[in-house]
């Protein structure tokens, strides 16, 4: 059951937490910039324009950042990245939440021979190199987007699963479950009504935390080439062609890089925020 109690003093704790809201306010803005920046450009994100080749920002009213080596639009680029970062930092870690949430607390609920041979399981992924994971998906089924929301999240529920595991094993202990069991629950309705409201707590506060690692590692991919593909940019890609000529055309790469690091600053700093109001999640 969760008390509305702790859920007002987490609020009124983080409202105090100055840091934290000039973070979010930060990232809000971030986030509409990417939704309505392309549109107030006059440029497509695609569009080569050979006049204006690696022409550095201010030099041409029509080019705010700036072009690449082809001619294409830096504001337009940086924004539609941003958007195809956040859209798989959100959907990738929406799939590991929900794998980890749900694997974690049936292993930690049910106990026993079964928690040991699942744990046992995650020990196994755990000693996977898991960049050669998703390199072996796109292998195997291609580069395609959808591909690599699935296969980031996929890899990167195990930490989740410990996580809702060691919360799972002291919500079991509670008089409320007990109160439950006696009263001829079955364990699908003590999960999902007993267990897992109690979770979401700890389970915002590590989402929030994980969403910035997964943008981080799509970026790494996609600088190894391994992520987002022409005519499609992430902020990895962009990264990736702009360290390629930073000796010629620094604001290649340090425009997408700034947006990137001021971007996962302050989904870190939120994500610490959630932390220090809500609770630390601790992992068994």
Not at 66 to 80: E, N, P, Q, S, Y
């Amino acid at each position: 059951m969760i008390d509305a109690g702790l859920w007002s003093d987490a609020r009124r704790r983080f409202a105090v937490n100055r840091a934290a809201l000039i973070a979010l306010l930060v990232f809000t803005v971030l986030v509409l910039a990417t939704l309505i920046g392309p549109s107030i450009s006059p440029n497509e994100f695609d569009h080569l324009d050979w006049g204006h080749v690696a022409m550095p920002p201010g030099a041409d009213q029509s080019h705010w950042f700036g072009t690449d080596r082809l001619g294409r639009d830096l504001f337009v680029r940086t924004f539609a990245g941003a958007r195809v970062s956040l859209a798989i930092g959100l959907i990738a870690t929406a799939v590991s939440v929900g794998v980890g949430v749900l694997y974690g607390s049936i292993c930690g609920y049910l106990g026993g021979r079964v928690d040991q041979i699942m744990m046992r399981f995650i020990e196994v992924l755990s000693g996977l190199p898991l960049i050669f994971f998703v390199i072996f998906l796109t292998v195997i089924f291609g580069r395609n987007l959808f591909l690599l929301f699935a296969s980031i999240g996929a890899v990167g529920w195990l930490t989740m699963a410990r996580i809702v595991r060691g919360q799972t094993l002291s919500i079991r202990q509670k008089e409320f479950i007990e109160a439950a069991v006696a009263s001829g629950a079955g364990t699908p309705r003590i999960l999902f009504k007993h267990i897992l409201p109690n979770l979401i707590g700890p389970v915002i506060v590590y989402a929030t935390l994980t969403i910035p690692q997964v943008i981080l590692f799509e970026s790494f991919l996609s600088f190894l080439g391994l992520g987002v593909q022409e005519p499609r940019a992430s902020l990895g890609t962009l990264i990736a062609e702009g360290a390629a000529e930073m000796e010629s055309a620094a604001w290649m790469l340090l425009i997408p890089g700034g947006f990137l690091t001021v971007l996962l600053l302050c989904l870190n700093v939120v994500g610490d925020g959630l932390r220090d109001a809500i609770g630390e999640p601790g992992a068994a």
